[in-house]
């Protein structure tokens, strides 16, 4: 028998996931030695091999004179292992480590930590977190001395936990233990039922990167960035739908906060992806999103809000402006609404370029619905962090702003011919409007319009759903309910681009009405708002049972047409990811149900 951990598993929640193991193929968890300078798998040593119940004894040779001890025993409440070296020869300092070889093909698993360090790595007590499978704290005794590294491969498929044991003797051993993590509702939270069916997947949005890529090229990510997946690209427009979930839990175990990875993400955009003008990088190298940059101002409100780390804001509420002036600076036309780089005329989004919103590959442009909305509440969460720091001109200033957008917004997209807003006015002066639940959703849901006109949108959005015949509310609801046109899409062949002008030969392809769960937040959020509830219910614990079956990812696929991060109307995989992090902000929806979460999430909004 080798010594080496062939399987690992687990189902946190008391399920069968347990029967899939979390590493991969052909691989093992164990230990690696550094001898000759040269590190060799542990595996491959001679070893004597002892059981005893529930517990196996490996005693690795290394050298003639020396042995590493590896002590594994498992247990109903989880594992613990204790590793020590024996003999008179002695082994040098940081020449032994321990592998967790995991397949991000089966769920991306990655670690949560107590500290990511500006080196990359992390110390413990840290969380391993495997998506619908659960999470486990693993602690470390003695503590201190022990550091890990999450080392991947977006192209071979690779997540590689390494945990350094450095000072190793015959008079010192470390002890790591591993032990299942359920977390507690968010306080004050009414409705405990609904809580435990989500828990489950609450921490499917937290997905910090390992290290990938080469690191001094933009197609990369550093360690310890929160990210799509843990082997995926970081995306300054996607914080929020992380650092939301991380307001309601900031401290998901003993001696683990998510929240300094909400820091340390808002610090890796404004440190180190903004230009000199202002602007935030979306992802890569790519340039022009508007909602770039309200990603580190509301993930700040966020940050602050559950910490109350006003030193923090102190420091950064000047980076914080910084980013807020350049989207200020973006009204082009003085009318209160921020006019995006790209036009948003028909056909004039060409490859390589990309959108000016999450939904990169259509034509938003001009003045854009989704970004806007976006603007509207960062500079309201910003008014609100001036306002804690007593800075009155300041909160005064982006007040005016965010009431300027306010006044503008209807007027300017609000559809005479639908009832409902349009995705985007181009340059122009055309609508361009496909039914979006997402851009109204976001409208009602953030107050640009007044509750009244809200109802009746929603309304008049569900009949459009109905007369479409989609009922498959287990898997959401799509973000436009007709068709992209061709001249609308990235062109010539991004991902789900039609043939057709009216678009109707990629309709439910990506993001030509295809369907990916987070988005949908905003629809069910603002039916909360307005007093309409039951329909937002009745959608929510559709996909919470989706849900509990895992079914909103299928693992890293990182091929098009092969992840169900989208999915068509009758379920089938349009998306290229397999696991999308964003996916999971439907959840959010648990909590805004209930007028008390509602009162604090909205706060700035004027709730």
């Known amino acids: 028998m080798r010594p080496l951990i062939s399987a690992l598993s687990w189902d946190t929640e008391g399920g069968d996931r347990l029967r899939s193991s979390l590493l991969r193929r052909g691989a093992g968890a164990g230990l690696r030695v550094r001898t000759g300078g040269q590190w060799r798998d542990g595996a491959g040593l001679p070893a004597d091999v002892r059981s005893s119940g529930d517990s196996t004894h490996y005693r690795v040779h290394v050298a003639s004179d020396c042995a590493l001890r590896w ?3 498992t247990s109903q409440s989880g594992l613990t292992m204790t590793v020590g070296a024996e003999g008179s020869g002695a082994l040098p300092p940081d020449s032994v480590e ?3 070889p995991f397949d991000p093909r089966v769920t991306p698993t990655t670690v949560l930590p107590s500290l990511w360090r500006d080196d990359g790595g992390f110390d413990a007590p840290m969380v391993i977190s495997a998506p619908d499978f659960g999470q486990m704290l693993l602690r470390v005794a003695p503590a201190g001395d022990v550091r890990g590294h999450l080392e991947g491969s977006r192209e071979n498929h690779t997540v590689d936990l390494i945990l350094d044991l450095p000072h190793l003797s015959g008079s010192r051993e470390y002890s790591l233990s591993l032990t299942p993590v359920t977390l507690a509702a968010p306080a004050g939270l009414g409705d405990q039922a609904l809580w435990r069916v989500a828990r489950r997947a609450w921490f499917n949005a937290f997905q910090p990167s390992a290290r990938w890529g080469p690191q001094n090229r933009p197609f990369s990510a550093p360690p310890g960035v929160l990210a799509n997946n843990v082997i995926s690209d970081p995306a300054s427009f996607s914080l929020v739908f992380y650092a939301d979930h991380m307001l309601w839990t900031p401290v998901v175990a003993e001696g683990v906060s998510v929240a300094g990875l909400v820091r340390r993400a808002t610090e890796f955009w404004l440190d180190r992806r903004t230009h000199s003008s202002g602007e935030v990088v979306g992802y890569w190298d790519y340039l022009n999103f508007l909602d770039a940059n309200t990603g580190p101002v509301v993930v700040a409100w966020d940050y602050v809000e559950a910490t109350g780390d006003l030193a923090w804001l102190e420091k950064r509420i000047e980076n914080l402006e910084f980013v807020s002036d350049f989207l200020a600076r973006r009204d082009q036309d003085f009318d209160g609404m921020v006019e995006a780089t790209q036009s948003g005329n028909a056909g004039t989004l060409l490859q390589p370029e990309r959108s000016c919103n999450w939904f990169d590959a259509v034509n938003h442009g001009h003045k854009d619905a989704y970004a806007n909305a976006l603007i509207y509440r960062s500079w309201r969460c910003l008014s ?3 306002a804690k720091l007593h800075r009155e001109k300041q909160r005064e200033k982006y007040t005016r702003l965010a009431d300027k957008l306010k006044a503008a917004f209807a007027p300017a997209l609000l559809n005479p ?6 995705d985007w006015r181009s340059e122009d002066g055309r609508l361009h409007d496909y039914a979006s639940p997402v ?6 849901e953030y107050g640009l319009v007044e509750p009244a006109v809200g109802r009746k949108i929603l309304d008049r959005l569900w009949a459009k759903m109905q007369a479409a015949g989609f009922d498959r509310f287990d898997l959401g609801i799509p973000p436009n309910l007709e068709p992209i046109h061709r001249s609308d899409y990235l062109q010539p062949d991004g991902f789900g681009c039609p043939q057709r002008e009216d678009g109707r030969d990629t309709f439910q392809q990506y993001e030509n009405g295809g369907i990916t769960g987070g988005q949908i937040l905003h629809f069910l959020a603002a039916h909360y708002r307005v007093g309409h509830g039951e329909k937002a219910d009745r959608v ?16 890293v696929q990182n091929a098009g ?3 169900i991060d989208w999915t068509t109307w009758d379920g089938k995989p349009c998306g290229y990811e397999g696991y999308l992090a964003d996916v999971y902000y439907f959840l959010q929806a648990v909590l805004l149900r209930e007028p008390a979460f509602r009162e604090r999430y909205y706060r700035p909004l004027g709730a």
């Open 561 to 563: 047409n092969r992840g």
């Open 71 to 73: 002590d594994v025993t």
């Open 384 to 386: 609100d962090l001036e």
């Open 98 to 100: 321990m592998v967790f």
């Open 540 to 555: 929510l614990h559709a996909m919470l049972g989706r849900q509990q079956g895992g079914g909103f990812q299928n693992g």
């Open 439 to 444: 851009a109204n959703g976001l409208a009602v």
């Open 417 to 422: 011919a639908t009832g409902w807003i349009a």
